[in-house]
C-alpha cells in the first residue's frame, strides 16, 4: 500500500473517530504494511486482521480496541503503543518491541511472543496461554519487572534471561541483604521460586 492511500485512510478513520461526515472505519485486513511509518498514529477500533505489519514503526500508536487477529507483527516496533482490549488472537509478534506498551485486556491467545520484548510492558488481564507474572516499582529503576512461567523468563529494565541467572544478578549487584534493592528483587524471586513448586 502506498503512503499516499495510507494517508487517505487514517484522515477518514480519525473522521470516524470522531464522529465527523465522511469519516469511515479503517479497513485494513490484509493489507501489506511492511516497514510502515506509523508512529503515533491512532488506529483504534481499525480493522487490521491479516494484515502484514512486519517490521512497521508503531511507537506510540493507539491500537485500543483494533483487530489484530493473525496480523504479522514479527520484529515491528510497538514500543509505547496502546493495546488495551486489542484483538491479538494468533498474531505474529516475534521479535517485536512492545517494551512500554499498554497491552492490558489484551486477547493474547495463540499469540506467537517468541523473543519479544515486553519490557515495561502492562499485560494487566491480557488474555494468554502463557501466564505473566508482573510486579510494578521495585528495584533501583521502580519499573516493571515480568515473568513468563512456561518460558521461564524475566523481563527487568535492560536485563532478560531465566529466573536463576535473574538471581544470580541480582545477588551479584546487590549483595548487601539489608539495602531495600536487595530485599525487594530476592523477595520477587522467592516468590516465584515458591510458585513455581
Given at each position: 500500500?502506498?503512503?499516499?492511500e495510507l494517508t487517505?485512510?487514517?484522515?477518514?478513520?480519525?473522521?470516524?473517530?470522531?464522529?465527523?461526515?465522511?469519516?469511515?472505519?479503517?479497513?485494513?485486513?490484509?493489507?501489506?504494511?511492511?516497514?510502515?511509518?506509523?508512529?503515533?498514529?491512532?488506529?483504534?477500533?481499525?480493522?487490521?486482521?491479516?494484515?502484514?505489519?512486519?517490521?512497521?514503526?508503531?511507537?506510540?500508536?493507539?491500537?485500543?480496541?483494533?483487530?489484530?487477529?493473525?496480523a504479522n507483527l514479527?520484529?515491528?516496533?510497538?514500543?509505547?503503543?496502546?493495546?488495551?482490549?486489542?484483538?491479538?488472537?494468533?498474531?505474529?509478534?516475534?521479535?517485536?518491541?512492545?517494551?512500554?506498551?499498554?497491552?492490558?485486556?489484551?486477547?493474547?491467545?495463540?499469540?506467537?511472543?517468541?523473543?519479544?520484548?515486553?519490557?515495561?510492558?502492562?499485560?494487566?488481564?491480557?488474555?494468554?496461554?502463557?501466564?505473566?507474572?508482573?510486579?510494578?516499582?521495585?528495584?533501583?529503576?521502580?519499573?516493571?519487572?515480568?515473568?513468563?512461567?512456561?518460558?521461564?523468563?524475566?523481563?527487568?529494565?535492560?536485563?532478560?534471561?531465566?529466573?536463576?541467572?535473574?538471581?544470580?544478578?541480582?545477588?551479584?549487584?546487590?549483595?548487601?541483604?539489608?539495602?531495600?534493592?536487595?530485599?525487594?528483587?530476592?523477595?520477587?524471586?522467592?516468590?516465584?521460586?515458591?510458585?513455581?513448586?
Amino acid at each position: 500500500m502506498d503512503k499516499k492511500e495510507l494517508t487517505k485512510i487514517l484522515e477518514l478513520h480519525r473522521k470516524w473517530l470522531f464522529n465527523i461526515d465522511g469519516g469511515i472505519r479503517a479497513d485494513l485486513r490484509s493489507a501489506d504494511l511492511r516497514s510502515a511509518d506509523l508512529r503515533s498514529a491512532d488506529l483504534s477500533f481499525a480493522n487490521l486482521s491479516s494484515a502484514n505489519l512486519r517490521s512497521a514503526n508503531l511507537r506510540s500508536a493507539n491500537l485500543s480496541f483494533a483487530d489484530l487477529s493473525s496480523a504479522n507483527l514479527s520484529s515491528a516496533n510497538l514500543r509505547s503503543a496502546n493495546l488495551s482490549f486489542a484483538n491479538l488472537s494468533s498474531a505474529n509478534l516475534r521479535s517485536a518491541n512492545l517494551s512500554f506498551a499498554n497491552l492490558s485486556f489484551a486477547d493474547l491467545s495463540s499469540a506467537n511472543l517468541r523473543s519479544a520484548n515486553l519490557r515495561s510492558a502492562d499485560l494487566s488481564s491480557a488474555k494468554t496461554k502463557k501466564r505473566y507474572i508482573q510486579v510494578a516499582c521495585i528495584g533501583s529503576r521502580k519499573d516493571m519487572t515480568t515473568y513468563c512461567f512456561e518460558d521461564d523468563l524475566v523481563f527487568c529494565g535492560c536485563f532478560k534471561g531465566t529466573l536463576k541467572e535473574f538471581k544470580q544478578k541480582c545477588l551479584k549487584t546487590y549483595p548487601d541483604k539489608k539495602s531495600q534493592n536487595h530485599k525487594e528483587y530476592l523477595g520477587f524471586i522467592e516468590y516465584l521460586e515458591n510458585l513455581k513448586d
